[in-house]
């Protein structure tokens, strides 16, 4: 049975850190691209910071910078580091595991998905 199970989130203030897990079952991230995606309420989800099969990353213009997306292939895990968080980056945060080998950051490309941890930064 595949499982994403994130954790790592929580309140913080403008300037903090947060670093999210998404620990995986049923399947390795070896061999699956990785995509953190963010929903804030009353908006589309959207990725945030991906990673493709082959390893290349991108991550959307508003966290340039400041998010970084990686895997520990020994713990099965991938994680996404978070710095000098702002109040716009509030929202749930999702990681999911697709098949595309480059970067891709279309939602309906994401067959597993975890259950979401919140961030939430305040100002």
């Known amino acids: 049975q595949v499982q994403l199970v994130e954790s790592g989130g929580g309140s913080v203030h403008a300037g903090g850190s947060l670093r999210l897990a998404c620990a995986a079952s049923g399947f390795t991230w070896s061999t699956y691209s990785v995509g953190w995606f963010r929903q804030a309420p009353g908006k589309e989800r959207e990725g945030v910071a991906i990673?493709?099969?082959?390893?290349?990353?991108t991550c959307a213009d508003s966290v340039k910078g400041r998010f970084t997306v990686s895997k520990a292939l020994g713990l099965n895990t991938v994680y996404l580091e978070m710095t000098s968080l702002k109040p716009e980056d509030t929202g749930m945060y999702y990681c999911?595991?697709?098949?595309?080998?480059?970067?891709?950051?279309?939602?309906?490309?994401?067959?597993?998905w975890g259950q979401g941890t919140q961030v939430t930064v305040s100002s």
């Open positions: 999911a595991a697709g098949s595309r080998l480059g970067p891709d950051s279309l939602v309906p490309d994401y067959f597993y």
């Open positions: 990673m493709g099969k082959d390893g290349t990353k």
